[in-house]
């Protein structure tokens, strides 16, 4: 058994670091020591930060982006184009295709995909309030920029299935989004030529 060499506090903030996508338990120390190294240049605005966040930021009700206002600042954005819902599994999806500049419309977040092995089921993600605003606005098309994954099709073809009645077409991304790829790690170029590049399903 390891011997402790740190206190508590230091141990609770090791811990919840090695919580984040991408940082394991070394990264996680290795993290924690720059920031207690660095407290007065970035662990105090850090931590000022999270609880400004903590407190501000809310889910958009709409299209389910994070911001300081509900409904958020791409939904109230008058030059945006609102004949047309992009649908992204993540948040970190929609900022990926913001980056990119590659869509001037609206989005719609699901929270997720379907999936059979961990019992996600359409009324676990944001599928019904998708179909409620195509059917309640004037939406012409939906863009299904889901990642390339089983789940992602799966997900696809459910959605699609949904809107049919509608009678609102369907398209989804194409070129340059690999089998398996998940768009917040695809470059800008690659993200702005699937986007134009789509298709009906």
Known sequence: MSKRTTGPEIERLIQLLSKLPGLG??????????????????????????????????????CGNVDTVDPCT?????????????????????????????WNALYHVLGGTLSAIEGIRPEDLAIGQLVERAREGHVKEVVLALNATVEGQTTAHYITEQLKGLDIPASRLAHGVPVGGELDYLDEG????????????
């Open 25 to 62: 338990p070394r990264s996680a120390r290795r993290a924690a020591l720059h920031l207690l190294k660095n407290r007065e240049r970035l662990l105090q605005p850090l931590a000022s930060a999270m609880a400004e966040a903590r407190d501000k930021v809310s889910v958009c009700s709409s």
């Open 74 to 102: 791409l939904c109230t954005d008058p030059r945006r184009d609102r004949s047309m819902i992009c649908v992204v599994e993540e948040v970190g999806d929609l900022w990926a295709l913001e980056r990119a500049g590659a």
């Open 190 to 201: 690659t993200l702005t030529q699937a986007i134009r590049a789509r298709r009906p399903l």
